[in-house]
Structures are given as structure tokens and as C-alpha cells.
């Protein structure tokens, strides 16, 4: 069962950037397509970004466009989100997981604690 451990959040202006991290534990981190996800109080969690196994391919969700970019580094089995030009909408708690392209949560894989971002007016 591979372990997700996220990091990297914080509070941020209106406007500010933001990198997330997302550690796995398993040496076959590089055989999933990852994601990012998001949960704002009172609020479904939500897709935010994939990237394929390569990294060679992303997709993300129209809300966050042109704005985060998400990558990763399969010798480190690490995953990131880098976050531009946050807005206040943008808070919530960040959690990454296993994905069924483009963006179905892989049953099974347990959700880390997550790692919030808060952004202020």
C-alpha cells in the first residue's frame, strides 16, 4: 500500500505562489498517474491537476488553468503542484493520490493528511 505524504502549504496573499510536495513510499510510484485534489470547507473534495506516469501528459481542471502546473520526479517519488497567482477561492486543504487517467481516484490508495493553503485578500 503505497503512503502519500503531503507538504509544502501555507498561508499566501492574494496574488502570492505556493509549491506543494507530495512524497509516495513505494518504489512503483513511477507505474501511477497522479493527482491533485482539493477540499475547501463545506465543500466536496474536487479534482485540481494530473500527470501521467512519464509526466508527459497533465490535465487540469478549468478553475486552476494557466495558473498551477503540476510535474514530478519519479527518482524521488515525488509529485508537485506549483501555484501561481493564488486567490482567496484557492483555500482548502491539498491532498495528492493514484488516478485513473485522466482523473478518476484509483480505489484503495489511502488519502495523506493533506496540507492546507490559505489565501488571504
Known amino acids: 500500500q503505497v503512503q502519500l505524504v503531503e507538504s509544502g502549504g501555507g498561508l499566501v496573499q492574494a496574488g502570492g505562489s505556493l509549491r506543494l510536495s507530495c512524497a509516495a513510499s513505494k518504489r512503483t510510484f513511477s507505474t501511477y498517474n497522479m493527482g491533485w485534489f482539493r477540499q475547501a470547507p463545506g465543500k466536496d473534495r474536487e479534482f485540481v491537476a494530473a500527470?501521467?506516469?512519464?509526466?508527459?501528459?497533465?490535465n487540469y481542471a478549468d478553475s486552476v488553468k494557466g495558473r498551477f502546473t503540476i510535474s514530478r520526479d519519479n527518482a524521488k517519488n515525488t509529485v508537485y503542484l506549483q501555484m501561481n497567482s493564488l486567490k482567496p477561492d484557492d483555500t482548502a486543504v491539498y491532498y495528492c493520490n493514484a488516478v485513473f487517467w485522466p482523473r478518476t481516484v484509483v480505489p484503495g490508495v489511502n488519502w495523506g493528511q493533506g496540507t492546507q493553503v490559505t489565501v488571504s485578500t
Open positions: 500527470t501521467s506516469m512519464s509526466g508527459g501528459s497533465t
